[in-house]
């Protein structure tokens, strides 16, 4: 079985210092991994995925496979980055997607 | 372009009552569908998906059913409420080819008394 922790529920940042979002996995495949992000009053949405190797809105992603991590790390915070954000997680090729319990991230002015 | 759409937005029933919650997808067609609870503090717990009409997985034991009557429809249901029943219900919907993006709709807020 799948699982996903982020072991923060809540964590707030001064605007323009780095941030890092953790989330660990368990899973003996292969596996894809995601961030997802829930901004106020709007839909859930995907925000990266780690097989992309891409940046959105300044935010990167590194899946280590030693330490079965895909913390999420943006190096200079924004007000507008506040929002509630999940890391997920699927097996390779499968349509399950198993989601963290989510982590609240306040930028603070 | 795609849209997905979930009703009623807000809901509360009575212990005991039975319960319908819809989700239908436009434009697209062959469609993952799924049905979430978000829970404070549990995050996003998979109720239902299913990949085509009448095929349905269940992920947990509990008192709801899912259908899919049609391609882009998808629907939640209990015959009797329970209290632990009450939460927020999130449809989404996931292209064929599952790129493991998944598309969200408004969600409903159930809450059962």
């Known amino acids: 079985a799948q699982r996903v922790t982020q072991p923060e529920k809540l964590l707030s940042v001064f605007k323009g210092a780095p941030v890092e979002l953790k989330c660990n996995y368990s899973y003996s495949g292969s596996p894809e991994l995601f961030w997802y992000v829930q901004y106020s009053r709007q839909r859930l949405q995907l925000l990266l995925r780690?097989?992309s190797r891409e940046s959105i809105k300044g935010f990167t992603a590194d899946l280590n496979k030693g330490e079965t991590s895909f913390h999420l790390k943006k190096p200079f915070a924004q007000e507008e980055d506040s929002a509630m954000y999940y890391c997920?997680?699927?097996?390779?090729?499968?349509?399950?997607?198993?989601f963290g319990t989510g982590t609240r991230l306040t930028i603070i002015p | 372009s795609q849209t997905i759409h979930q009703w009623p937005a807000t809901l509360v029933q009575p212990v005991g009552s039975p319960l319908s919650l819809e989700c239908t997808v436009e434009g697209t067609s062959n469609p993952n569908l799924y049905w979430y609870r978000q829970a404070a503090g549990r995050g996003l717990q998979l109720l239902f998906y299913?990949?085509?009409?009448?095929?349905i997985s269940s992920e947990v034991p509990q008192n709801l059913s899912a259908s899919r009557p049609q391609d882009r429809q998808f629907i939640l249901s209990s015959k009797k409420l329970l209290l632990s029943d009450s939460g927020f219900y999130l449809c989404?919907?996931?292209?064929?080819?599952?790129?493991?993006?998944?598309?969200f709709g408004e969600g409903s807020r159930l809450t059962v008394l």
């Open positions: 997920a997680l699927s097996p390779f090729g499968n349509e399950k997607l198993t």
């Open positions: 780690h097989i």
């Open positions: 299913s990949v085509g009409i009448g095929q």
């Open positions: 989404a919907w996931s292209k064929r080819e599952n790129t493991g993006e998944l598309f």
